[in-house]
């Protein structure tokens, strides 16, 4: 009986590294720069000068925050009359107010 339980945590724990080792190699289908154009294509983010917030949420994008469709609301104030934070991004006619990671993102525009 003990041997047969010692041969299951075996199983296990190799099962569990085998699984760990897949992970971690796993190579990803999408660039960040293709992520960034799509969550781009798909979505406003409403900024703000010295926001932050705002800064916080472009240095997840890094250097492809170029392909994001972005409103800083302290130079276009007539274009965030709705907008009651930042950052904020609209999505398919929805607000998402405050930092938003890029899986979020992803999923929120189906990218």
């Not at 080792?21 to 406003?44: H, M, R, W, Y």
């Not at 010295?50 to 469709?69: D, M, P, S, W």
Request: aromatic share 6%.
């Amino acid at each position: 009986m003990k041997s047969k339980k010692s041969l299951i945590t075996i199983l296990v724990i190799l099962s569990v590294l085998l699984l760990a080792i897949f992970i971690l190699n796993k190579k990803p289908q999408e660039t960040t720069e293709d992520i960034a154009k799509c969550i781009g294509n798909n979505s406003v983010l409403y900024v703000q000068l010295g926001c932050h917030a705002c800064e916080t949420q472009e240095k997840l994008f890094g250097e492809n925050i170029k392909h994001i469709t972005k409103v800083d609301c302290w130079f276009e104030r007539e274009k965030c009359t709705d907008i009651q934070v930042t950052p904020t991004w609209t999505i398919k006619g929805q607000k998402y107010e405050g930092v938003q990671s890029i899986e979020q993102l992803k999923n929120l525009t189906n990218c």
